[in-house]
């Protein structure tokens, strides 16, 4: 269906994050309908600022679809009120992807409790680990009632403390394998190449991940140097990742889905959202 | 013979990259010395600076050892000259550790040929392993005939582009067993903890180790959050790597050497370094 489209970016989708300092999500959606671009994948706080139904029925007005849904996850806590509230959270960012039509929820499990904000309460990884998988089982077993599928997300190492404890790809597919053995599409993966691009047995990972597990596929580039680790991603084509043969390798797997562009990047924050945006399209285009 | 010293620090060794704003070389062996530290790991550019011949005889005069010396490695290159360049230079390390005493040479192998100084000449990640494991073959032959030992270090992801295309533990054991299927001590790997501790399949790969493979041990701490992906290292105790289940892991796969402690750091390069190596020995007493 989406093959229909003659925009030359059927396939492109914009995380919303990317322009998320210039625009509203409303506008977010507006500026890429009027490029073409039919796909974006939101985060809850730009949802929740505009109203789900409200959005909701912009995307529709607009004829804007989603790729994903950001975010779930970050379920490791210093004490059992605080896991509990983390799945009650997941709970409803299940029922905020099914309201919006998302194909899956990606999922950043999160990482030692209070490390985000700067103040680590626990220093246990392996813990924080268990406390994933635990969140994953229970969110996968209430994310199949509303058939919602699950996407983990591995990210950097680098991000391995704040963000997320799952940091790479064989070790997000181990998970997969374990809480769904017989993969159905109902959980698997975002492959992010800044988040994967440097590991050597990603080739490998991703031929083992193949259609059922291949979920979301995002792109952005490394910088070198990279200045920051969390807010110095890099346009396409202006850093080192190899996009158009990794994006190669995973379609050689069987994805079949959107590439989505997620930039944090202060740099392209401060740029006009017009500018980004047409930025993205012409790198997609072209070295992607 | 390193355990009849009664300073409470016979393993404990000073990586002089920890020091290397505020003192020369020379300075540095006197200011371990005063303090019982017995052992050092030096920079080629700090031993070049003070001369080869007088740093190996202030070693002596001082009573202070080698735990390795840093650092052998940067293969990649884009032409045949620069291959050719790098060989050269590594043999000349592995001279430079064989006259000053040092147990192994430290491979820092390289990635991207022009990375380290912000201007990549490829972007080809598979192409710098392949070099990268043509170089090590090739050191790793000479450096047999002078009975000097290799342990390469895999470094963090975050450096994949710049210093090291060699990434995880799983990656290093897999090109020693490439080079070396019958362990002899002679090709081995560094864990470095800063380098190492996210990765979910450290224990495992710890254990596939042993002490043929283990080679030196490497310690600071990761900040929460880090600020620099090069230059903000911790004092240990500072972050939130486990270090006494790191170390307690490394030991029962066999290793018994020296625990080094390597921090880069603006923070610690603009204390005194008197204060510095007084940290490191009250934090390696306490919390390594």
């Not at 009650?88 to 030692?112: I, T």
């Not at 997969?176 to 492959?191: M, R, S």
Request: net charge negative; with cysteine.
């Amino acid at each position: 269906m989406l093959r229909d489209f003659s925009t030359g970016c059927e396939w492109l989708s914009i995380n919303t994050a990317t322009v998320r300092k210039q625009l509203g999500l409303p506008q977010i959606i507006d500026q890429c309908a009027r490029r073409g671009i039919r796909l974006v994948c939101p985060w809850r706080d730009q949802v929740e600022a505009a109203g789900l139904a409200l959005i909701s029925k912009h995307l529709k007005d607009a004829g804007v679809g989603l790729s994903g849904y950001c975010r779930g996850g970050f379920f490791p806590a210093s004490d059992t009120a605080g896991l509990q509230a983390a799945l009650a959270d997941n709970r409803r960012a299940v029922d905020e992807a099914k309201a919006l039509g998302a194909p899956c929820l990606v999922m950043v499990v999160g990482s030692l409790p209070g490390a985000l904000t700067g103040t680590p309460k626990s220093h246990d990884l392996s813990l924080a680990r268990q406390q994933v998988f635990d969140g994953l089982a229970a969110t996968l077993a209430y994310a199949q009632t509303v058939d919602m599928p699950l996407a983990i997300e591995p990210l950097h190492p680098m991000q391995a403390a704040e963000r997320a404890c799952v940091n790479t790809l064989e070790q997000a597919l181990d998970i997969c394998d374990a809480l769904e053995p017989v993969a159905t599409g109902k959980l698997g993966v975002v492959i992010d190449a800044y988040h994967v691009w440097w590991d050597p047995k990603l080739e490998t990972q991703i031929g083992r991940a193949g259609a059922k597990r291949l979920l979301a596929y995002h792109v952005c580039d490394w910088l070198v140097p990279t200045r920051d680790l969390v807010n110095d991603r890099g346009m396409m084509g202006d850093g080192v990742i190899e996009l158009k043969k990794l994006r190669a390798t995973v379609e050689a797997s069987g994805y079949r889905g959107p590439v989505e562009v997620e930039i944090f990047s202060d740099r392209w924050w401060s740029a006009p959202a017009a500018d980004v945006l047409d930025q993205c399209i012409g790198r997609y285009r072209t070295v992607v």
